[in-house]
């Protein structure tokens, strides 16, 4: 069930309830990932759970591209963190995760982005002493009494299927302006126009930034203008202030 929690400021949440384990999904800033990120171990992927998932996805008609992906997300979590290479990605959601066991409660945080057109989902633990976190290690094998490898596996199978079930369930019912989202480093350009959602790949750079040009000229920019003025004003009037 989504969420929109008023603390100091709104944030977006969603709670789950998996096989008797609780989970809530809070999506973080890029300050505050940035500081639990310090705090924190990767667990090493299951990269043949994620085969196997990527496979399923290839094969099923329900199967959402690029842009109803981003829109689903953008729906759940707001808008997506600017944490990501410009060149090879489009989108990075950082979510603190808290499981919620007859033991005890865990904290991990997780992040669902794109790079190079794929779609990635990893998982850190969070330690609350940043003394006990061992820098030596780049990824750890799941903490089995935390959040188990065939528990994190449920997980992120039923989060993919909670995404695609969303989408399905809201498409119907939103309005989407038009947008255009590209990935240069594999030419790929998705978005929504003419009341399609679309997602386009191009064999070479020149088919590619034409069809770029021609989105810019119906008024549609993967990174529209910015007016810059407000910002330089309020640097300067905060300078003046003090």
């Known amino acids: 069930m989504k969420q929109v929690v008023r603390q100091v400021k709104e944030r977006n949440k969603i709670e789950l309830q998996l096989q ?11 300050s505050e990932y940035r500081k639990l990120r310090q705090n924190s171990l990767d667990i090493k992927d299951d990269s043949n759970f994620f085969r196997e998932l990527y496979f399923s996805e290839l094969l099923s008609e329900d199967k959402l591209n690029l842009a109803e992906l981003f829109i689903t ?3 759940l979590f707001g808008d997506s963190s600017d944490l990501f290479d410009q060149d090879r990605g489009s989108f ?15 904290f991990y945080f ?5 790079s190079r057109g794929w779609i990635c989902y ?6 609350e002493n940043e003394a006990d976190v061992d820098k030596n290690r780049i990824q750890n094998e799941p903490f089995e009494q935390e959040f188990s490898r065939q528990e994190i596996n449920n997980f992120w199978s039923y989060i993919y299927r ?7 369930s809201i498409k119907l019912n939103i309005s989407v302006e038009p947008f255009l989202k590209r990935i240069d480093s594999n ?3 998705y978005g929504y126009y003419d009341h399609q959602y679309f ?3 191009y064999e070479c750079e020149e088919l590619y930034r034409a069809r770029i040009q021609h989105f810019n000229s119906v008024g549609i920019h993967a990174w529209p203008p910015q007016n810059i003025k407000p910002i330089l004003q309020t640097i300067i009037s905060e300078i003046a202030d003090k």
Do not use: A, C, M
Request: hydrophobic share 45%; charged share 25%.
């Open 199 to 201: 997602e386009e790949g």
């Open 122 to 127: 990893q998982t850190s633990k969070l330690f």
């Open 73 to 75: 997300l953008t729906s």
């Open 162 to 168: 909670y995404l695609t079930e969303y989408f399905h």
């Open 187 to 189: 030419f790929i350009l």
């Open 110 to 114: 997780i992040r669902i982005f794109e």
């Open 92 to 106: 990075y959601f950082p979510i603190l995760l808290v499981i919620k066991k007859e033991i005890n409660t865990f």
């Open 20 to 30: 008797n384990i609780k989970y809530e999904l809070w999506r973080l800033d890029d």
